[in-house]
């Protein structure tokens, strides 16, 4: 039996439409949670050397938005990025730098021929563990 995560449907609105505004980059950010569901999207800046094949979060962004977070009573429910030109699946080097095995790891492709799609994963010691998002009206 495959676990399910409830996804309110603004915020997967919101995470395909901030992949849309840069489609040859990867967008990346953080997701806030309350009791389990998510709440709130926050967009960080990528600063990888290579921003169309790999992400690496601001520090002093990423430093913020984990304050914001605390000061709503958010907890850090995942960690959203793109892949502008490969499936919606963990790269090597996604599985390599994970350092939050406890937050849903969201990746959304571009590379689908105009049909966005979107996945989640918790990442722990190299492996992934895909989880079904079933999207709510929240």
Same mark, same amino acid.
């Given at each position: ?17 901030? @992949?849309? %505004? $840069? ?9 806030? +949670? &309350?009791?389990?569901?998510?709440? =709130? ?6 600063i990888a ?14 430093? @913020?938005? %984990? $304050?914001t977070m605390?000061?709503?009573?958010e907890s850090?429910? +995942? &960690?959203?990025?793109?892949?502008? =030109? ?53």
């Open positions: 039996m495959t676990e399910e995560i409830q996804i309110p449907r603004k915020i997967a609105n919101q995470l395909l439409h901030l @992949a849309q %505004l $840069s489609p040859e980059q990867e967008v990346c950010g953080l997701i806030g +949670g &309350i009791s389990g569901t998510p709440s =709130h999207c926050y967009p960080i800046r990528n050397t290579l921003p169309a094949q790999r992400f690496l979060l601001e520090p002093s962004e990423q430093i @913020a938005a %984990l $304050s605390r000061d709503q009573g850090l429910f +995942g &960690i959203y990025h793109s892949h502008p =030109h490969a499936p919606a699946t963990p790269s090597a080097t996604d599985l390599e730098l994970a350092a939050y095995p406890e937050a849903l790891y969201v990746i959304i492709s571009l590379d689908t021929k105009g049909i966005l799609e979107m996945r989640g994963f918790y990442l722990n010691d190299g492996q992934s563990r895909e989880v079904s998002m079933v999207l709510n009206e929240e």
